[in-house]
């Protein structure tokens, strides 16, 4: 039977315990006490859990590929091989949209790859206005300067014009004539854009708008008719008639608004689904301008003139105007007896008088000059058709319907001289069915089976990956406390072992037993009896208090 205590032993140190190292025992033997403690053994479950967790996360974040970015969009065949050849050359992986062509990169690779591919002579980025401002050439002329600027300009729109969703590639045609020293001669410019969409993509009517006021807004002088927007099938997008977009959205909001009208008159009523109303609301939208000049026929008197001559009668001098009579009559003479009237001395008689008079009036007219300007938005015609329910109106009097009828053309302002028309008829409503979608075809059902997958995929890691480790890990634990319960009772000889030792075992783990207090006096008899000389160290150790026991 080996030695309980080894030579030179101190007092209070296990009989039991094998040869250890200057630490106090193997690294392994340490191991298996540290995890068979009670804390250890229930804190370590959690700890394989949230290891478990980390190593999927760090296996996913190795496995997942990196963040895209886009390095090519629009490349013909030749320049993407180029492209491609250069990244090759340099182990830079990328990725090819077999739809779209698009080259991507990963997000750190992205500025690295782009320089390699211009380095190589494969395509660059794009160049900005302001780089091609930038290489004018130094005494170039007026023409080339106005081409280049030209050209900086149009790169300039395009590089703006492609950040819109849906577009992969612009290209811009300015023209803009030259200006001339005559105001007449002077041609407005105008500008063409044509865009590249991305497949199965198509720009709205609010996008189309955009693009052509920012590029009228980027020119100065270019108007928004002078524009015009295609697509890469040839579309025209930009619309010949931009009035027409304005006409619908009058012509529906002035309906919705004379619906609701028609369905508040109705709907106390008739109560909601007896009736259905529809209103067609024909729009003129030419905008008129026109002038009328007017006079007044009676007018007032402004100026009133008035003049006259008259002419007195004179000497019986007549004849020609002359010298010869201007001169004065012979002196008469005398001669005896009466004068006879015909005698040549007598005077001739006077010449009547004439009367000249002349008179002149002004009359002020009145002017009047009047200006109309009609604006687009005048109803041209008005349609409406409103259907009752036959159940609703089933004890309803023949005039109610006319009444209604009333009340329908007064709700939405019909007159009759404009040829609007209103119609009111009674006719069985079949009630709407409206199919419900599958519930595989609904969206929380694909949330469900995402999630669903997710968390079985938790559950398959935690039951065949973490389970099994903490059952290996509990077995390894419990191994070495029945190794060490086994060989209590007796040493590596095979003999019995100390009883100080088994009571230190017994009392640590249970109470005292009699029938084990027992069996342990009869093993100490026999050590006395076998091994006198080391029953005395044994009782000795046996009879320390491990409270004052001298630390190790």
Do not use: C
Not at 79 to 99: C, F, G, H, P
Not at 218 to 229: E, Q, W
Not at 339 to 358: E, L
Request: aromatic share 2%; no cysteine; glycine share 8%.
């Amino acid at each position: 039977m080996a030695d309980l205590v080894p030579a030179g032993g101190e007092p209070g140190r296990s009989l039991l315990a094998p040869l250890t190292d200057a630490a106090g025992g193997s690294l392994p033997a340490r191991l298996g006490q540290f995890v068979s403690q009670g804390p250890v053994r229930r804190a370590l479950p959690w700890f394989a859990g949230v290891a478990a967790a980390g190593m999927a996360g760090l296996l996913w974040l190795e496995m997942a590929p990196a963040p895209q970015r886009m390095l090519y969009t629009d490349l013909n065949d030749s320049e993407r091989a180029q492209v491609s050849a250069a990244l090759d050359k340099a182990a830079i992986r990328y990725t090819i949209d077999n739809r779209t062509g698009a080259i991507t990169v990963g997000e750190d690779d992205l500025y690295k790859a782009r320089m390699l591919a211009a380095a190589d002579g494969a395509l660059a980025t794009p160049e900005t206005g302001e780089q091609m401002i930038d290489k004018l050439p130094l005494g170039a002329s007026r023409t080339v300067e106005g081409q280049r600027l030209q050209a900086a300009r149009e790169r300039e729109l395009e590089l703006t014009i492609m950040q819109i969703e849906g577009v992969e590639a612009v290209r811009i045609h300015l023209a803009e004539p030259e200006k001339s020293a005559f105001v007449r001669d002077n041609a407005p410019p105008t500008a063409s854009v044509m865009v590249k969409l991305a497949k199965g993509r198509q720009l709205s009517a609010g996008q189309v708008t955009a693009i052509i006021n920012l590029v009228a807004g980027s020119v100065p002088g270019l108007t928004v008719d002078a524009i015009k927007v295609i697509d890469q099938q040839g579309h025209l997008l930009s619309s010949g008639q931009p009035g027409d977009s304005d006409r619908l959205e009058m012509e529906a909001r002035l309906e919705d608004k004379l619906r609701d009208q028609v369905e508040a008159l109705l709907t106390p009523m008739l109560g909601a689904g007896n009736f259905s109303s529809e209103i067609q609301v024909d729009l003129d939208m030419d905008q008129q301008t026109s002038a009328r000049e007017s006079y007044d026929k009676q007018g007032a008197v402004r100026t009133e003139t008035q003049s006259a001559s008259q002419t007195s009668a004179g000497s019986a001098t007549a004849g020609v105007p002359g010298v010869l009579s201007n001169t004065p009559p012979p002196q008469p003479t005398p001669s005896p007896g009466a004068p006879t009237a015909n005698s040549s001395s007598a005077a001739p008689a006077p010449s009547p008088t004439n009367t000249d008079s002349s008179s002149t009036k002004t009359y002020e007219l009145g002017r009047e000059v009047a200006v109309t300007n009609a604006g687009p938005g005048k109803i041209r015609r008005l349609s409406v058709a409103v259907a009752l329910s036959a159940a609703a109106m089933a004890k309803a009097k023949p005039g109610e319907i006319d009444q209604i009828k009333q009340l329908v053309s007064a709700t939405v302002g019909a007159d009759t001289t404009r040829g609007d028309q209103i119609a009111v008829v009674v006719r069985n409503f079949q009630p709407t069915t409206i199919e419900q979608p599958k519930f595989w075809e609904t969206p929380w059902f694909a949330m469900a089976v995402r999630n669903g997958v997710a968390l079985l995929a938790v559950l398959l890691t935690l039951l065949l990956g973490v389970r099994p480790l903490i059952k290996a890990l509990k077995r390894e634990a419990v191994a070495p406390d029945d190794a060490g319960a086994d060989a209590d009772d007796t040493d590596e000889d095979g003999d019995a072992a100390s009883p100080a030792a088994i009571t230190d075992k017994s009392t640590a783990r249970e109470p005292v037993d009699p029938e084990m207090l027992g069996k342990q006096v009869g093993l100490a008899q026999r050590l006395v009896r076998e091994k006198p000389d080391t029953a005395v160290a044994a009782l000795r150790q046996m009879l320390t208090d491990p409270e004052t026991e001298p630390a190790r």
